[in-house]
């Protein structure tokens, strides 16, 4: 077995390689998805598949990635308050579709946990992991916040919720060219509800208000879960 490569190395520089290799990839996977714009081309799907690569080739392991990055998880935190501005800059609109968002929020947020406990079951999953696919509808700030009050694992429901926005995306865009959807509050809900940030990006593709709406609900589904995740924790025990 080969000799691992990153433990030899210093914890700063572990840490500026991982960080650089991080930033680069996603950069460069955003300039590949530009000038090739398939779901299977998403920086959500290229980044983490070339980290893996590199981590792979340099017989890395997870920790090694993690201690180099770990300031890069840290700013989740104010990207999570961040996502007050567009709550703000959209309070027009929460006023005047508010019953509608509101039932399409809980209709979708319990759908999406059903269907994830309903697949851990199939899939035999049990304890930690059952628990850490339920939040894979949210984006990755409040996922993980939810996944750690519900007796989850954090970092693995970002990957469920990874695999979810680039499925989500590609079955949203699929659904909208066959569905009578024509309102831009249905088609941003949409996506924003089923795939988050990545259907977010999608919804800006056809069109401003589209992605303004998807993000809209993409915040209010995350706030709402994770003001309900002591709730759903207590259940769940």
């Given amino acids: 077995m080969a000799a691992p490569i990153m433990p030899a190395l210093d914890p700063a520089l572990g840490m500026l390689f991982w960080s650089a290799a991080t930033i680069g990839f996603y950069l460069l996977a955003k300039r590949i998805y530009r000038t ?3 779901w299977w081309l998403s920086p959500l799907a290229i980044a983490p598949a070339l980290l893996i690569i ?3 080739s340099l017989h890395a392991s997870y920790a090694n990635y993690i201690s180099g ?4 998880i840290a700013l989740l935190g104010p990207a999570t308050v961040a996502f007050a501005i567009p709550i703000y800059q959209q309070r027009a609109l929460i006023r005047r579709h508010w019953p509608e968002l509101a039932i399409g929020m809980v209709a979708g947020s319990s759908t999406a946990m059903f269907t994830a406990w309903l697949l851990a079951s199939a899939l035999g999953l049990d304890g930690s992991l059952r628990l850490s ?3 894979r509808s949210m984006s990755t700030p409040f996922a993980m916040a939810v996944s750690g009050d519900i007796g989850g694992i954090p970092s693995l429901t970002a990957v469920f919720v990874i695999l979810t926005g680039i499925m989500g995306a590609a079955l949203g865009e699929i659904l909208l060219a066959r569905l009578p959807l024509r309102s831009s509050l249905a088609r941003g809900a949409l996506l924003g509800m089923g795939a988050h940030g990545a259907g977010t990006a999608k919804a800006h593709e056809i069109g401003r208000e589209e992605g303004s709406i998807a993000g809209l609900v993409m915040v209010l ?5 994770v003001l309900a995740a002591p709730l759903l924790a207590h259940f769940l025990r």
């Fill in 221 to 225: 589904v995350g706030l709402c879960n």
């Fill in 36 to 38: 090739w714009p398939r």
């Fill in 54 to 56: 590199a981590a792979l």
């Fill in 69 to 72: 990055t770990h300031w890069l």
């Fill in 133 to 135: 696919l339920l939040p």
